[in-house]
């Protein structure tokens, strides 16, 4: 009998001939879950008949999706002979019996073994409360005060609940860092986004000076935190729903005759966007999940995020949601991709690399555009509108797949969280300078083959060097050797600054070495030339091997006797102690003073007679402050000076 059901069902379908699977009342703010036939009405035709089409699992050989839907939405298909299968009558109290059941067998003692120390379930059906993320955030402060700041409000929600935000890195107040962004719960029914993004936050802190990637990010970059953006939804599910499965998803602005409120994520600017004309938001009904408000930004929470933004120069942002498994990125509004797709689209593929979250637009992902997007008014319009033009690299991870759903079971927060550490990390270090370059691209010297007893210029030539990060790259390039005679005067030298998104290649300016006059002809000597620059997390190295060409032994005292030559300090600049050489033709009474930059004397180092040779003097400048000083040797009726650079 089953079998020609089914069979019936098929036909009657393909005949297009409605019909309803429940005839029922449904009530107007209870959520249900619902199989919709696609050949009785399009995504579109939902859409257009004002059915809130978000979160949406497709099933593309049935030609149905499945979505949780509230009572009056179920009404308008059915008034407009859509069909539909009910399959979960009451969503919210089948979230608590699957959270319930979970926790008969859920062994959390196994599940934190990996997971940081101070991270804790929360009560709402192992989701924290609002209340609960304020006293995580005043913990985080007083056990990591030197590594994040203590909460502060960006501004108040509609019915007057501050919004907390903090920063973790370190000098915050002293420097500018690379800034990135995470927030969270902006739609309120959506709790483990900020489940995710706590667990990041512990993670950060507990790993600072154990785990080389946490130290790095908290000590080269600036990230800002806005765990929960609508904490007024959210208390909302909380009160109605204690132990969790709350389906409102808006703010509670007083509009509508039930389901009060504005959909956050469809209240972004600019103008351009929230108006699209791409049906991506509900712009009439304020019943609808997905209205979008009077304008862009006329509800405090969003208004108060933009107010924070502008406030501060974040190069990405993550505006966490729930779920779908999805990496979205700008455009929704447009139904095109941006001129930096191929940003965003490299960022995501390694974003996705262990989570295989897919990735895309929205019309590339959940196959529906929106207006009035987060990550659209965080990326800007690209031409004009310079006000709203942000350019920050921003993205909506969904998290969680269709087995989850909105409230996932307390077995799966935990291990939704730790798949979402490798893009959190990632979006850390994108926001700063990011090196990319071939593994096999070595930079050529212009010379191996260096004269003894001279100075020698040596330049290297580069590849591309690419930037691939989000703030420009300073590199330096420092040459080193082990070897005392083999004198490098000048041993740094500065590449032009890399913006974001460019390459750079070829000859760099040139560094002096002087192998000593006494080393032997055909020595060979080892150096490293050391890229480094502000805020990048590696700093490449290459080896190299110079050989010298000199005089024969037997003719080197004869050379050294020409000579009365006052020598570079190495290293320069120095911290606190330099060595400083220099040649005397002949025997003789001998200075070596040390001025300040006013040309007041700090030091004398020799003041004795001296014999023909190679001398050396060690000086220790501890006593001293940071700057440049001169030093000069005087030999008789010969003078040299130099200037050194002393920095604490």
């Known amino acids: 009998m089953k079998k020609i059901v089914v069979t019936l069902i098929f036909i009657i379908g393909f005949l297009n001939i409605n019909l309803f699977a429940q005839t029922g009342e449904f009530e107007n703010e209870a959520f249900y879950r619902v199989e919709i036939h696609l050949n009785s009405a399009s995504i579109h035709d939902l859409i257009e008949m004002g059915v809130s089409i978000d979160h949406v699992h497709n099933n593309h050989k049935s030609n149905t999706i499945i979505a949780e839907l509230a009572g009056a939405e179920l009404a308008l298909m059915k008034e407009n002979s859509v069909y539909f299968e009910v399959l979960v009558e009451d969503v919210s109290q089948w979230y608590v ?7 008969q067998s859920f062994d959390l003692n196994k599940a934190m073994k990996n997971a940081p120390e101070n991270f804790q379930l929360g009560s709402m059906g192992g989701h924290k409360t609002f209340e609960e993320v304020v006293e995580a955030l005043d913990q985080m402060y007083e056990l990591f005060p030197d590594l994040i700041t203590e909460k502060f409000s960006i501004g108040e929600s509609i019915e007057g609940r501050e919004i907390w935000a903090v920063w973790i890195g370190t000098e915050l107040e002293e420097e500018e860092k690379p800034q990135a962004l995470y927030t969270s719960l902006t739609h309120a029914r959506e709790p483990n986004s900020m489940m995710a993004v706590i667990y990041y936050m512990w993670w950060l802190l507990e790993n600072y000076e154990t785990d080389n990637t946490a130290t790095f990010i908290v000590d080269n970059r600036h990230l800002a935190f806005i765990p929960v953006l609508n904490p007024d939804g959210y208390e909302f599910n909380r009160v109605n729903n204690p132990n969790g499965g709350g389906m409102h998803r808006k703010n509670r602005r007083p509009v509508g005759s039930w389901r009060q409120g504005v959909d956050l994520n469809r209240n972004f600017g600019p103008f351009q966007f929230w108006d699209h004309p791409n049906g991506g938001s509900d712009a009439t009904n304020p019943n609808s999940d997905v209205y979008r408000g009077a304008e862009p930004f006329s509800e405090p929470e969003t208004d108060a995020l933009r107010s924070f ?9 993550f ?3 729930t779920f779908s498994n999805l990496l979205i ?3 929704g509004a447009l139904q095109r991709v941006t001129v930096d797709h191929h940003i965003l689209e490299g960022y995501a593929i390694e974003m996705t690399q262990y989570n295989n979250y897919v990735y895309g637009t929205d019309d590339e992902t959940v196959g529906y555009s929106t207006r009035g997007n987060s990550d659209d008014w965080m990326y800007g319009l690209e031409a004009g509108n310079p006000r709203d033009r942000m350019n920050i690299i921003a993205f909506t991870p969904e998290v969680g797949s269709w087995s989850d759903y909105f409230w996932p079971p307390p077995s799966r927060i935990i291990p939704l969280s730790e798949e979402n550490l490798h893009p959190n990390i990632l979006l850390a270090l994108y926001a700063g300078p990011d090196l990319m370059y071939s593994s096999d691209m070595v ?3 212009d010379v191996l083959i260096l004269e003894a007893g001279a100075e020698n210029h040596v330049s290297f030539t580069f590849g591309e060097l690419y930037n691939y990060g989000r703030y420009e790259i300073k590199p330096q390039l420092t040459l080193i050797s082990d070897n005392d005679d083999f004198f490098i005067s000048f041993d740094t030298v500065d590449i032009p600054a890399i913006e974001a998104d460019t390459t750079f290649s070829g000859i760099t300016d040139s560094f002096i070495i002087e192998p000593d006059a006494s080393m032997q002809d055909g020595e060979e000597v080892t150096v490293i030339l050391k890229m480094s620059a502000p805020w990048l997390d590696i700093s490449p190295e ?6 010298v060409q000199g005089s024969a032994t037997a003719h080197r005292d004869d050379e050294i006797a020409q000579k009365f030559n006052l020598k570079q300090n190495y290293p320069n600049p120095f911290n606190p102690t330099t060595l400083i050489r220099f040649t005397l ?3 003789n009474h001998v200075t070596l003073d040390v001025f300040d930059i006013t040309g007041r004397k700090v030091q004398n180092l020799v003041n004795d007679a001296l014999p023909s040779g190679q001398h050396s003097v060690s000086f220790d400048a501890a006593h001293l402050a940071s700057g440049v ?8 009726s010969y003078t040299l000076t130099r200037k050194m650079t002393l920095t604490k």
């Open 309 to 317: 933004v502008y406030a501060n120069d974040f190069r990405t942002a």
């Open 319 to 321: 505006n966490y949601h």
């Open 329 to 331: 990125y700008p455009y």
């Open 585 to 587: 033709p002949e025997h």
């Open 443 to 445: 930079p050529e010297p």
């Open 542 to 547: 290459w080896e190299y091997t110079f050989t």
């Open 97 to 103: 019996s699957r959270m319930q059941k979970d926790l």
């Open 629 to 636: 000083y001169i030093y000069r040797l005087q030999a008789g």
